[in-house]
């Protein structure tokens, strides 16, 4: 445990963050399942709206710095070939 108030100050700020990131974060995993069940069913509107809004959380999840700028690009990239793939 720190002693010294700046630290413990900046330990519970941290922890703060690490519990907001940790929740934005299951929410975009919770947005990717979605769109992929869908695919997987085979519903082509229902998985364009879902990709509309799973991009819409990684695009926010990276203006936050919660993600990478290559691991939004590589999960938006993957996801539209996703949705393609349905005929």
Request: charged content about 30%.
């Amino acid at each position: 445990m720190a002693n010294i108030k700046q630290q413990v100050k900046r330990n519970i700020t941290n922890e703060k963050r690490r519990l907001k990131n940790a929740s934005f974060k299951s929410s975009v995993k919770t947005a990717v399942k979605n769109l992929e069940k869908l695919v997987a069913a085979g519903k082509k509107e229902e998985a364009v709206a879902a990709y509309n809004l799973a991009c819409k959380k990684l695009d926010k999840a990276l203006a936050k710095g919660i993600y990478h700028k290559n691991f939004v690009a590589r999960n938006k990239s993957r996801l539209a070939l996703l949705v393609n793939s349905i005929a």
